[in-house]
């Protein structure tokens, strides 16, 4: 059951039976009874819910007894307190993106990365703030941007990664050598004690006797201070002397030069208490920074070279090895940096960053880094990078590492549990060789990058962990746990212990100080409530019965509507999250635009996937992805295809939805307006004929509100409005006959193109509701001198239709019977080579998607590969030299153009702005947004309505509305459009009609 407060509507439809109904474990049900009596925020006790929050970015999976999303720090505070009056354990959360089990327990889950994430102190003189646990990384270095000043434990996660889990988690980042981990970055927190005291942990140099603190951080602290003193030999023999360690909790910091108690908790994983508030030190924002980018024909000669290469003072030293690299390659977010920045076919880079306040120093020191690398025998091998989008961009790749190597297909995957560990630099090539070596004694490879300035490179055998991967960990873990204590490394380095290293803290440790830990352990937590399970008393790494993929784990049986054979079926698709969370992003991209107005587990990328998988394996019950859960999981989401591009791990939402709505679909019909909605192009002639009737629906008082009680549609929102003078065929006078086409005799693909012929796919959006467009592409298209036909079905079955409506409504057998007629008409001018053009995003761009899955290969052909959108055409033309379109300046010089998410997702958007740009002296400001709401029929329903407007408003409309009145608004999207227009009162436009425009002003 979830109970919930009051709250802001999310969009559930109403009408929607709760699944939540379902009773809670009879013996939490006092728990969740007490936390929904005096908890303000979200309270959640469903199956669904719990098993979302079963996973982090690791290979476990244990089910949560609850789940507390507090809206404030006291709601936090109660519900723990709650919770250990129970006796129930307590696990804090952030972006819940650990990679070694942290924030994974048969616990409490305490998430705050929802409601706690505001900076509540800020002072730019003492470089200080003081910010709540679920502060995400990247928002506090905006914020900080402005004054100069950044937080620098930069870790790859920072889009996502929350300060209190960082802080959990002792984070590093790429830039340690420079900066320090996070201890040596926090300055003291505000935390509560599963026994309800609350202290502010911070320096305890002075003497506790003599101080004014409350009694019991006195005894804290003369505790600590005790402990320190006795066990510093031992504490000195034992700890490594490498910058990056991590693992246990962090004794060394007991004494001077720290002799800070906010550094014990620093790492400790949420098993001593859980962080209010954290103080942390700042550092000035890098003026300068220029990256040098070293090729090495051998994995080994890079690591040997590092130690050189520190030498120089950078900042930074990041690895990417071969694997890396050829799958960045693959990956369309990445494919264009990659080829920017890296020349043939190098077997590892390192990342070189020189930063400081003189550009001219740093582009001296990159300089040297070529003198070095030409001296030590690799002249030519460096390709300096000085401006810096393209440092960010090539940055951004590395950051996606581990991601980028999880979106390998099948069952094997690289797994995290030695990733980690750190040696001294002279030790880093033999190290990296020998345990290469172990892995090949292993019948596996592993995948290398990460911080080589430190030792600490991440590594991930490739295992099957449903087979014989549990074995052969352990048997790796063993031999490499042998090889760091050999070069006196660290064995956690980075990421912390949590379920996968916490059992080899004691090799390391030795029996006395992994003694101290349990003892510091009972001095903060007497009842080993505190996350139970991590750094002290920790089960064996290759339990079974803990990982995601248990024993005797199946999915069930599901007879498929789409193509899922490139990832080996449905379930396998779905598994391809590794819940890493990068859609948990807010700052740059589409994905995922529910979950940025939400901000619930439920309504993001990785909830979405973890629902499905969930429901595959029968872990929701019987119904599978037919179920409830996956309905109201799969609701919210707009089928945006932000994540098919920008999921490193290459997760396509949208077009697992399609397949989710079909198997619903199967057991339960659709509504009328359901059908109304798929079935659009089948009556839109008939509607179009009567069209100042059906639009009477928004002039008369009354009619809005009845199709809303009636069909669902929004009262709020107006529908598109029909057009009388819709576009016929017969308008475009040169049409030929199918008979001149088939006698054109042009064989090779893209002779069309070459040849002056294009044929036009007039979508049911443009022909009914604005006809201005496809008039204003024909006009530009016969201007640049084509020849312009338009596809017309060959049989009595009404007007041709890409299937978009229908495929929306989980119709996948009516949409493959539209595409299958579409197909048919356009095979003609295709295997003549006639470029198909489009105008509407989601329609066209269906030929490269849904087509290739609902079509076999041998039927859809090359239709894909040739199938463009209007401004990807003329585009590709005018950079070829061969379109002069001679357009003449608008009485506008300023164009803001929103993106179709589509377009995104596809990566046409630069096409749509260099097209813009061949109209003179107009600038183009592109809107950074995610998706603006409408989403096709999603912002027309009622239970929607609230949903999409804040979408529209997190950006779009704000933007739109502080734009001047002579600014040019454009936009591709019909949707898209109509959103600009009902939220913002402002017409946008097509690019068609900008351009048709400038020619206007020639005269023609």
């Not at 996502?160 to 984070?171: E, P, V, Y």
């Not at 300055?187 to 509560?192: C, F, N």
């Not at 980028?404 to 033999?430: N, Q, R, T, W, Y």
Request: glycine share 8%; aromatic share 6%.
């Amino acid at each position: 059951m979830a109970t919930r407060r009051p709250r802001a509507d999310t969009g559930r439809d109403a009408r929607t039976a709760r699944h939540d109904a379902v009773p809670i474990p009879s013996r939490y049900a006092e728990l969740a009874q007490r936390l929904a009596r005096a908890v303000d925020g979200d309270i959640a006790f469903d199956a669904a819910a719990r098993g979302r929050y079963a996973t982090d970015a690791s290979i476990y999976q244990i089910e949560p007894i609850g789940v507390v999303v507090p809206r404030t720090e006291e709601a936090a505070r109660s519900a723990v307190e709650i919770a250990y009056q129970c006796g129930v354990p307590v696990l804090p959360r952030g972006a819940g993106t650990s990679q070694c089990g942290q924030t994974v327990g048969a616990a409490l889950v305490i998430d705050d990365s929802k409601y706690l994430n505001e900076v509540l102190r800020f002072d730019a003189e003492q470089r200080v703030a003081v910010v709540q646990p679920g502060m995400v990384l990247d928002q506090l270095n905006a914020f900080l941007r402005p004054h100069g000043l950044w937080f620098p434990v930069d870790v790859s996660t920072s889009a996502q990664a929350t300060i209190g889990g960082m802080a959990g988690n002792n984070s590093c980042g790429s830039r340690s050598i420079a900066y320090g981990n996070m201890v040596h970055n926090v300055l003291a927190i505000d935390a509560m004690l599963g026994t309800g005291e609350r202290y502010c942990f911070g320096p305890i140099a002075e003497d506790p006797t003599a101080s004014a603190w409350p009694s019991g951080y006195r005894d804290l602290a003369r505790f600590l201070r005790a402990l320190y003193e006795r066990e510093k030999d031992e504490i000195a023999a034992r700890f490594p002397s490498v910058l990056r360690r991590v693992a246990g909790y962090n004794l060394d910091h007991l004494g001077p030069p720290h002799a800070n108690a906010a550094h014990l908790l620093v790492g400790s994983e949420g098993t001593l208490a859980y962080f209010e508030r954290l103080h942390l030190k700042l550092s000035p924002l890098p003026r300068n920074r220029v990256l040098g980018v070293c090729h090495f024909p051998r994995f080994y000669t890079a690591m040997d070279w590092t130690q050189h290469i520190v030498e120089l003072g950078p900042v930074a030293v990041e690895l990417v090895d071969r694997t890396m690299i050829g799958l960045a390659r693959e990956n369309a977010a990445f494919r264009a940096v990659v080829e920017r920045s890296i020349r043939g076919d190098p077997d590892a880079i390192l990342l070189v960053e020189f930063a400081g306040e003189d550009q001219a120093e740093q582009v001296r020191r990159l300089q040297r880094l070529g003198e070095l690398m030409a001296d030590l025998g690799l002249p030519g091998s460096v390709v300096p990078i000085t401006e810096e989008r393209a440092q960010k961009e090539l940055w951004e790749v590395r950051k996606a590492g581990l991601n980028i190597m999880m979106s390998m297909k099948g069952d094997g995957k690289p797994v995290s549990f030695i990733e980690d560990c750190a040696v001294p630099l002279e030790h880093l090539a033999e190290y990296t060789e020998r345990l290469t070596q172990v892995f090949a004694k292993h019948g596996t490879r592993g995948t290398w990058y990460a911080h080589a300035s430190v030792g600490t490179l991440h590594v991930r055998p490739i295992l099957d962990m449903r087979r014989d991967g549990a074995a052969k960990m352990r048997s790796i873990a063993e031999e490499a746990c042998a090889l760091v204590k050999q070069y006196k490394g660290a064995y956690s380095g980075e990421h912390g212990d949590g379920l996968v290293r916490s059992e080899w803290i004691a090799p390391f440790f030795g029996p006395r100080l992994t003694s101290v830990l349990g003892e510091i352990k009972q001095r903060f937590d007497p009842r080993a409530l505190m996350n139970p399970g991590k750094i002290v008393d920790p089960p064996r790494q290759d339990d079974r019965s803990l990982f995601r993929f248990k024993p005797g784990y199946r999915t069930v049986a599901l007879k498929a509507a789409l193509d899922w054979s490139p990832w080996g079926g449905y379930d396998k698709a779905v598994e391809m999250c590794n819940n890493n969370g990068h859609c948990r992003k807010f700052d740059a991209g589409t994905m995922c635009p529910s979950y940025r107005v939400t901000r619930d587990e439920q309504h993001l990328t990785r909830g979405r996937a973890n629902t499905l998988r969930l429901a595959l394996s029968g872990q929701l019950g019987a119904a599978g992805i037919a179920s409830q859960e996956v309905r109201e999981a799969l609701d919210l989401c707009v089928s945006c295809k932000g994540c098919k591009r920008e999921c490193p791990t290459g997760v396509d939402m949208a077009r697992m939805k399609l397949e989710a709505t079909y198997q619903w679909r199967l057991q339960h019909a659709p509504s009328m307006r359901e059908r109304l909605i798929g079935a659009l192009p089948r009556y839109a002639p008939w509607a179009a004929r009567v069209a100042p009737l059906l639009n009477l629906r928004d002039r008369i008082p009354g009619l809005a509100a009845a199709s809303e009680r009636l069909l669902g549609f929004s009262a709020r929102r107006k529908l598109p409005q029909w057009r009388r003078d819709r576009y016929r065929d017969q308008e475009l006078t040169r049409q030929p006959v199918l008979a001149e086409i088939l006698g054109a005799g042009r064989e090779q693909p893209g002779a069309g193109a070459a040849h002056r012929e294009v044929v036009l796919l007039v979508d049911t959006f443009n022909r009914y509701f604005e006809p201005e467009n496809v008039r204003c592409a024909i006009g530009v298209l016969q201007h640049a001198g084509y020849r312009v036909h338009l596809a017309r079905a060959l049989d009595a079955a009404g007007p041709l239709c890409c299937g978009r409506t229908y495929l929306a409504q989980g119709m996948l057998e009516a949409a493959r019977a539209q595409l299958r007629r579409l197909l048919a008409a356009l095979a003609p001018y295709v295997e003549r080579g006639i470029p198909v053009i489009g105008l509407e995003p989601s329609c066209l761009l269906s030929l490269r998607d849904e087509l290739l899955a609902l079509v076999p290969a041998r039927e859809s052909g090359v239709f894909s590969l040739d199938a463009y959108l209007f401004e990807e055409f003329l585009d590709a033309q005018a950079q070829s030299g061969r379109i002069e379109l001679a357009l003449k300046p608008l009485p506008q010089r300023h164009a803001l153009l929103h993106g179709h998410c589509h377009q995104k997702a596809f990566d046409v958007m630069a096409s749509v702005e260099r097209v813009l740009r061949l109209v003179p002296e107009l600038e183009i400001e592109p809107v950074t947004s995610s998706c603006c709401g409408m989403a096709g029929a999603f912002g027309y329903e009622a239970e929607h309505y609230d949903i999409s407007m804040r979408m529209a408003e997190a950006s779009l409309l704000p933007r739109v509305r502080a734009a001047g009145p002579d600014t040019l608004l454009v936009a591709d999207g019909t949707s898209c459009r109509q959103q600009i227009r009902d939220g913002a009162g402002r017409e946008a436009v097509h690019v068609a009609r900008v351009l048709h425009a400038a020619l206007q002003h020639t005269g023609n």
